[in-house]
């Protein structure tokens, strides 16, 4: 046995010799970033051995004077004997200082207005499917001595029309009690679902009927996000977010696919997005509104298949395999309490419908929103998330694909990336003369790294400064000291010198970050040409394009299109929309006839299989230039070129 | 603090003082029989304190020579120090030892092959509403790479035409590997309900569509019996029963009731009729047939009203209090995993429907395998369990009510009283020359008590033979030692000297007992006489008599009607039918009509409530004679006792 002290938590363990690193910082409930979940791609998990020895292999990620002060891989180290760990505040996966933006602050009861009036626009319903009366029963007497249940069912078919009712067996055992508290006089709150029938899902003493609320939920790979909603009305009532707690176990859907695999894989999984993510959150919301969870009667969640699958603990390791088979698209009738989630136990738990392994409810909601499946002209719906989808289409029809973007647009597997949170390098720009550059930093703090809408610039104002070729490699003998290449030749640029905010190492991209970058942007733009190709159709017939997603609100639409990752039409017809994902799961959540809608756009997606998908190798590989590898595609960037 | 250590058990506890014995006991996990409850009222929970002493008072129950020996009654005892308590075996409410006949041995298959033909004779299908389809899936490939869900589902509507399916969680995460392991060839157990549509409840690999079963399951506030059928051609698998674990927190219903608004009692309650009841005998069943639980798809269960709500968890105090509030009759839809009983998870939990407080699930059940409801000749059914239930009626109507009868028909409230197990009398003659009894004892064991039918026949023979008058006082300066007057003058009948048997102390009839029993036996027969006068009916209008319940096989027709318990028509009208609500459960579970059937009967069944019928209690007085005030009414008897 060996004890492993790890610091600054203060934390000791003992484990078996031999043990990894990474393992054994799980078990004692340090949870290191380790993107690529253990493989020794992402360098990532990099820890510093302050006292004693571990097992471990010199690494590309590690620099030589690193390797002398003791840094390893967690992930490819073994323990060997007593040691003390120190996790750098880089490497730790703590998520509770990133607060994602769900709506802005004022903004949001704007936008929730808008929904609204597009939801009446549409010729739907803004009514919720959730339903409280309050009933005034007849006293119970020896002449009338029937059920309580049935004296209930007896109310509400007499006096409301419902001549089917249904409960399930906990709310059962809440009637005899609750009846006598409360004289007979309740309020029932419940789901009619035509033809005269209805589901309890709550009796409360007294008249209620003017709290009735609801929660809109994204999960998303990276981050989950959440709004309180008053469901009379449909104003916010409160909203919060945080990073998904299932990070720690793999940045992206593959990594966290294989660690369900492992044994208890899944229920760690499970239990983290469900106990240390979302309920958390709703935990938040709660006191901050002063609402009961059991107030909670309504919860619309959306998230990419894997989430879907991880969210109702169902095994999703066919997922990634060929054929790429999902367990489900649309899931069956989910109560709250089956699920643990802590909004009223009786709520039932709506999902977002996914279409295909890669194409999941978050995309299927963010379409909702976008109000595409209702206009006559050609709209490209782009999520750039985790992985990156794209919907094509209008109300005839709606295409979609999946491009295996990774991780990129959120900070994964680029060395000093980031996600969108504070300290995060999020817009960028280069001085041509003397390749200066002038960063701004989320929460105008100290810069740790660069988030995706960031590298955006950075590669874009680096291209256009002639700092990189349109291969992504770095022009030589340029007049700077930003510019170095090490002993293999490969060469980075520094964007903040770690000297200047007193950093622990400097902040870089490396040709190999770009590289990486540069094949997700362009898995988005093959995966754009290849759907349009497949519709026999151009760019030239896209009359907009929304772009959702984790990105960011930063995202330079211009340096987006420039850099090849969106087509090069006019930048008035490209449009950020944030979030779209939750804004579906809200007008989910305020009208039944938008979720009818929702199930009938999911319906009427056809999923197109990239990977099967003839020519899409080669608009990859051409793609895998700065612009692309035809510069004519891309005029704006032409003219700029040559200047 | 104090020491607490109980023998044969050697269990010990450390208590604080001042507890109640009969509570330290339970919390030891000793279980000593205490119908009443620890109200001082039965005397059952009487112990032997042999070393150290507890503050207790002497009591009716206790005689002289007892209270020397170190006799006391755990209920009315405190701790008040270190002691050793040892338990007589008569006092324990171990219920392991008490097998009661569900169905007998040799005849199960040819009853049930009876109530098959009744089924088809009524013009019902004998079919179970569970359904298994073997069913061979397309295999996922790249171009029909539809969810698991939808693959199922595609293929129960195209090829069986279910176009509505439903499951629910647990089977969704059933499903993935089960599919792969079986490579798409599984056998799915469903539920049809009409309109193409159909609820998945188990899905097992490859082709297991000959094994399919079901429990019946009756639970009698005593004692609780369970039949595992094969759901094809309906015949015995295995068969089960033993007491009710609840018997431990009270011999009655009311008992039961008052225990559940304890701390933590409705718990107690729902746990020891779960945990320590039913699933150990449906673990018996399944190791004596090797059947696996995950089998057993369809379990039905019949219960009296306040069995049915601790069965579901439900607080049933409001039963017992004016005006009587069920809080339900017909239980919502309700899975085996809710509730904790072991079969397969998904399984349909059925109850059959309740009438009222005191008319149960148990009556409904009886009611449906009597065939009553579809004649057109006058029959009374009667059940004779703990309290007695009585119905009146034929295809035309159905007219119910209870009789406050306690549980002296199954020994309680009997000093000498016992449940019909190994070592209860349970046949009783008396020569009418010397007043010696000869017995029968169940087993053929040494006796150690009277159970029910034992009762009636002492009673019977009793006051045939003169040693009692028709007020069941003891004659005196009859010339027979089995004769005896305690210092207040209340006499008791021998029935057994302990030096026969070696046993403790003499199993002996008191006046008191008599008086119980006369008056629980008047509750039967004002009951159906009110019941009578309610439709302006008289007994002469009685086609037939069922005699149902837990009462015993042994029951003596004729000396039941002499007791006066019975009205006094021709003995070949009256039949005692056994157990038959759980004859009326595996009718449930063997046709989907019968069941629809029980729904019927139950919503037709007009309950009367006896305690606010004019007349009743007139009738109920009457009635606390041998055979009744009014020899008239019973010419048998009359004829009988002017020999």
């Not at 109702?312 to 997922?319: A, E, N, Q, S």
């Not at 640029?493 to 902040?507: H, R, T």
Request: aromatic fraction near 8%.
């Amino acid at each position: 046995m060996a004890k492993i002290k790890f610091v600054p938590y203060n934390k000791e363990i003992e484990v078996q010799q031999g043990e990894n690193l990474l393992e054994v910082a799980r078990k004692a409930e340090i949870f290191i970033d380790a993107p690529c979940n253990g493989n020794s791609v992402c360098g990532k998990c990099k820890v510093k051995i302050i006292e004693g020895k571990v097992s471990a292999e010199k690494d590309r990620h590690i620099s030589d004077d690193e390797w002398n002060e003791g840094y390893v891989l967690a992930c490819s180290s073994s323990v060997i004997g007593d040691i003390t760990v120190e996790i750098p505040s880089n490497a730790s996966a703590s998520m509770h200082n990133m607060k994602i933006e769900a709506l802005s602050g004022e903004r949001e009861n704007k936008i929730f207005e808008k929904a609204k009036r597009q939801i009446l626009d549409k010729g739907m319903e803004f009514k919720t499917y959730v339903k409280k009366d309050y009933v005034k029963l007849d006293l119970p007497t020896l002449n009338d001595n029937i059920s309580d249940f049935e004296r209930i069912k007896r109310h509400l078919r007499n006096e409301l029309g419902y001549n089917q009712v249904f409960c399930r067996l906990p709310m059962l055992r809440k009637i005899p009690p609750i009846l006598r508290e409360a004289n007979f006089n309740i309020t029932i709150t419940h789901i009619p679902r035509g033809q005269g029938k209805t589901t309890i899902i709550n009796i409360e003493k007294g008249d209620t009927t003017n709290r009735l609320y609801g929660v809109a939920l994204d999960i998303g790979t990276t981050s989950v996000a959440a709004c309180l909603v008053d469901l009379y009305g449909g104003k916010l009532v409160a909203k919060a977010s945080s990073g998904n707690a299932q990070i720690k176990y793999g940045a992206d859907v593959i990594n966290r696919i294989m660690y369900s695999t492992k044994k208890n894989g899944l229920h760690e999984l499970n239990h983290a997005v469900i106990q240390e993510t979302i309920n958390p959150i709703l935990r938040e919301m709660c006191e901050d509104s002063g609402i009961d969870r059991d107030e909670i009667v309504s919860l619309i969640v959306a998230g990419n298949t894997t989430m879907s699958h991880l969210f109702l603990g169902i095994y999703p390791d066919f997922l990634r395999m060929e054929p790429y088979i999902p367990a489900f698209v649309k899931p069956p009738f989910i109560k709250a309490s089956e699920l643990g989630v802590e909004v009223n136990p009786e709520t039932f738990v709506y999902l977002a419908p996914c279409v295909a392994s890669y194409v999941g409810g978050d995309i299927t909601a963010g379409v909702l929103s976008s109000g595409m499946w209702d206009v006559d002209e050609n709209v490209l719906f782009i999520d750039l998330g985790t992985n990156g989808e794209i919907v094509f289409g209008n109300k005839e029809f709606l295409m979609t694909c999946a491009c295996s973007a990774g991780p990129a647009f959120e900070g994964g597997e680029i060395s000093c990336g980031m996600r969108a949170a504070n300290g995060a390098i999020e817009k960028i720009n280069i001085d041509k003369e003397n390749y200066d550059p002038e960063v701004t930093v989320i929460g105008n703090d100290k810069p740790s790294g660069i988030c995706g809408s960031g590298i955006i610039d950075l590669i874009c104002e680096m291209m256009l400064s002639g700092i990189i070729d349109r291969k992504g490699k770095i022009v030589k003998n340029l007049n700077t000291n930003r510019i170095r290449f090490d002993e293999h030749g490969i060469g980075e640029y520094i964007l903040v010198f770690k000297e200047e905010y007193n950093l622990e190492k400097n902040i870089t991209i490396t040709e190999v970050d770009i590289d990486n970058f540069i094949r997700a942007k362009a898995a988005i733009y093959s995966g754009i040409t290849t759907l349009l190709n497949n519709l026999g159709m151009d760019f030239s017939m896209i009359d907009k394009i929304y772009i959702a997603g984790g990105i960011g609100n930063s995202l330079d639409i211009g340096n987006s299109v420039k850099i090849g990752m969106l087509p090069d039409i006019e930048s008035s017809k490209i449009e950020y929309v944030g979030n779209s994902s939750l804004m579906g799961c809200y007008l989910t959540l305020m009208s039944e006839d938008a979720r009818h809608k929702l199930e009938e756009v999911s319906n009427s997606m056809t999923y197109v299989e990239l990977s099967v998908e003839p020519g899409y190798m080669d608009e990859f590989v051409s793609a895998c230039f700065l612009p692309h590898t035809d510069i004519e595609k891309f005029p704006t960037v032409k003219e700029l070129l040559s200047k």
